[in-house]
């Protein structure tokens, strides 16, 4: 167990709805990481939050967004989802900085779009 | 921008033998810290070893040992004594670091490791 938790394990949705993933990080964590693998792209790094602010951004798309909390945890927020967005979503944490650069995994969300 | 390559997309091992898997990675960066992670039919993303750019020595964490050659931009990982439960999918990366700050983990496309009883 990473210590990073996700939420919703699973999810099944349809084309052109909206849904939101859940991320807590490790206690005590300031960095977040939001990742998709899907068999085509691979692991791909989407965004990252730095406590509370966005700090970096990847190959996101502008459907999807996602924002850091007061507490910590972390939502990435998909809409208008096609068939392509269907994918394993992971959130990672680190502490940051040079002290804390290993990022820790949660369990992912597995999205499916119909 | 940097890159990581994984050549072997599938490799196979006996049981308590050692295999070896490749991981060359491109980057005109000088800080920076490599790392396998093992993903395993659970899809569960765990790290498996890191070594820092600026180390010579490269890291051992029990089985699992790397071949660190920063001139060549090469980064294997040789597991010793496979066993069945090392069976997954290992995934290279790569991720820079400057100013106290680190970036995002750049992976490569991962070799499917299986192990034979």
């Known amino acids: 167990d990473s210590g990073v938790t996700q939420t919703p394990k699973h999810l099944i949705t349809a084309t052109g709805q909206r849904v939101t993933l859940r991320c807590s990080p490790r206690?005590?964590?300031?960095?977040v990481y939001w990742y998709q693998q899907s068999l085509d792209q691979g692991l791909q790094f989407l965004i990252q939050?730095?406590?509370?602010?966005?700090?970096a951004k990847g190959n996101i798309l502008e459907r999807f967004s996602a924002q850091q909390f007061p507490d910590l945890h972390s939502e990435l927020n998909l809409s208008s989802l096609e068939l392509g967005d269907s994918a394993l979503y992971f959130c990672?944490?680190?502490?940051?900085?040079?002290?804390?650069?290993?990022?820790?995994f949660g369990p992912g969300t597995r999205l499916t779009v119909l | 921008a940097q890159t990581v390559t994984q050549s072997q997309p599938e490799m196979s091992v006996q049981e308590a033998e050692t295999v070896t898997l490749s991981c060359t990675y491109d980057?005109?960066?000088?800080?920076?810290?490599l790392f396998w992670y093992k993903q395993p039919p659970s899809r569960q993303m765990i790290l498996v070893i890191r070594?820092?750019?600026?180390?010579?020595q490269n890291a051992t964490e029990n089985r699992f040992s790397v071949n660190f050659q920063k001139a060549a931009k090469s980064f294997s990982l040789k597991i010793s004594d496979s066993q069945l439960g090392d069976a997954a999918m290992y995934f290279c990366?790569?991720?820079?670091?400057?100013?106290?700050?680190?970036?995002?983990?750049?992976f490569g496309k991962g070799t499917k490791l299986s192990v034979k009883p």
């Open positions: 070594q820092e750019a600026y180390k010579q």
């Open positions: 990672a944490s680190s502490v940051g900085g040079l002290a804390g650069y290993v990022q820790f």
């Open positions: 980057t005109s960066e000088s800080d920076y810290y």
């Open positions: 206690s005590g964590d300031l960095s």
């Open positions: 939050y730095y406590n509370g602010e966005e700090r």
């Open positions: 990366a790569y991720i820079r670091t400057y100013g106290g700050s680190q970036g995002n983990l750049i």
